[in-house]
């Protein structure tokens, strides 16, 4: 094989795994990688993008094959990654840059536009305005600030750590539960707590996995939007059961203090 | 009065959730007017039917937004797509089917846990059907570029 087309394989493999780390849908990494691969003068190439993994094989010249698999283990939604990739994955395909560059761009390529403060703060704030957005009133706004904060630290301690993210659902189901429960036994207002609750999960919420998942399914790609609905389908039930063991512990504190 | 709060608070919404989710800075107002479009029709919608039926309506015009919008900033459809449809999940109806579970009222439970499913599925069929339109439109359009050529070179 020659370095140049190598050189096309690793970027399209690269340009692949980064797409499918972020959560894109498999015709799209199919796509990007085949059309980065069609570049190259290879025999045959044939990709496979599922949730958990990327297959590439490519036949070069003298009928040798070359495979390159990636397994992926982690994935988490970020639309700026996905967004570059495919400015560069079409830069490649029309030809204004050349493949060395191309290399480059996505090896270095950078996680995020913002910075890291500005995505918690942004976080924090949706929470907020989502009470408004759901018929809440400016004291629920208040009132919902000390469990928005909860969210938004713990969401950030377990992206720093890398943990498991059906923990991190659970805990903040849980520790949302019990704030929001506990504020309105505690404070004399009247508060919607239900909708405040409601609005603490709404980051949390399986939004990408589900209409990514579905639309792999009507393109045809049923393993991957299994995969995903599966995804969705057990962060549901884990924000559920944070919610409900939270529901439940404080109901039993209450009815032994009060 | 009512409508036109509720529409710029969706607005800011779905522009701090495209933050959050990393979507590139030129595309935020956007994702913006995509979720705030669809949140109006929503609302337009809700006040007669059925909250599938309007999620649905409202899916479609997000749906086909974030394709003009796609090609107008030269952005993949996901990226609006994605922020726009967030404030239609139905975290509501999951929250209210495991409230209802706990309480032990179990007819409430499973209107809210077929609700969520039906809000789900609907957000899913809107999608499907724009991107079929647009899908459909572009192999019309090639087809007939191909023709084109072809007469051409005759």
């Known amino acids: 094989m020659e370095d140049e087309q190598n050189l096309y394989l690793k970027t399209a493999v690269l340009a692949g795994e980064i797409l499918i780390k972020s959560n894109a849908e498999a015709y799209r990494v199919e796509d990007t990688v085949r059309h980065i691969l069609n570049r190259a003068d290879f025999n045959s190439c044939n990709v496979v993008a599922l949730t958990t993994g990327l297959y590439t094989t490519v036949e070069v010249n003298d009928n040798e094959p070359v495979t390159m698999i990636r397994r992926i283990s982690s994935r988490s939604v970020n639309l700026y990654r996905i967004a570059r990739v495919n400015d560069v994955s079409r830069e490649i395909v029309s030809g204004t840059t050349d493949i060395k560059d191309a290399y480059e761009k996505l090896i270095n390529l950078k996680s995020s536009e913002y910075a890291p403060y500005t995505k918690d703060i942004a976080g924090f704030l949706f929470i907020l305005m989502i009470v408004l957005l759901f018929n809440g009133s400016f004291t629920d706004v208040l009132m919902n600030i000390p469990a928005a904060v909860t969210v938004t630290i713990i969401s950030n301690i377990c992206s720093k750590y890398n943990t498991n993210a059906f923990v991190a659902d659970f805990i903040s189901g849980f520790l949302v539960a019990v704030i929001v429960t506990a504020i309105n036994a505690l404070i004399p207002l009247t508060i919607a707590a239900d909708i405040l609750i409601i609005a603490c999960i709404m980051p949390l919420v399986p939004g990408t996995a589900l209409t990514n998942g579905v639309r792999d399914i009507f393109r045809g790609d049923y393993t991957s939007g299994f995969a995903k609905l599966l995804e969705a389908i057990m962060i549901a039930l884990f924000i559920a059961l944070g919610i409900g063991s939270g529901l439940l512990l404080v109901q039993e504190v209450l009815g032994w203090i009060l | ?154």
């Open chain 2, 1 to 154: 009065m009512d409508i036109i709060i509720q529409t710029l608070t969706a607005t800011v919404v779905v522009y701090l959730i495209a933050i959050v989710l990393d979507a590139p800075k030129k595309t935020l107002p956007y994702a913006a007017l995509t979720g705030a479009a669809g949140w109006f029709v929503y609302l337009l919608a809700g006040s007669e039917s059925s909250v599938v039926f309007s999620t649905f309506i409202a899916s479609c015009v997000i749906a086909f937004l974030a394709h003009v919008f796609s090609r107008v900033s030269e952005a993949p459809t996901t990226v609006f797509l994605i922020s726009a449809l967030y404030p239609f999940v139905p975290g509501t109806s999951v929250y209210r089917a495991v409230y209802s579970l706990i309480g032990n009222d179990l007819e409430a439970f499973k209107f809210y846990a077929l609700q969520s499913i039906l809000i789900s599925g609907a957000i899913a069929t809107a999608v499907f059907a724009i991107d079929s339109i647009f899908i459909i439109h572009g192999k019309i359009k090639k087809y007939h570029s191909v023709e084109e050529q072809r007469a051409n070179t005759i």
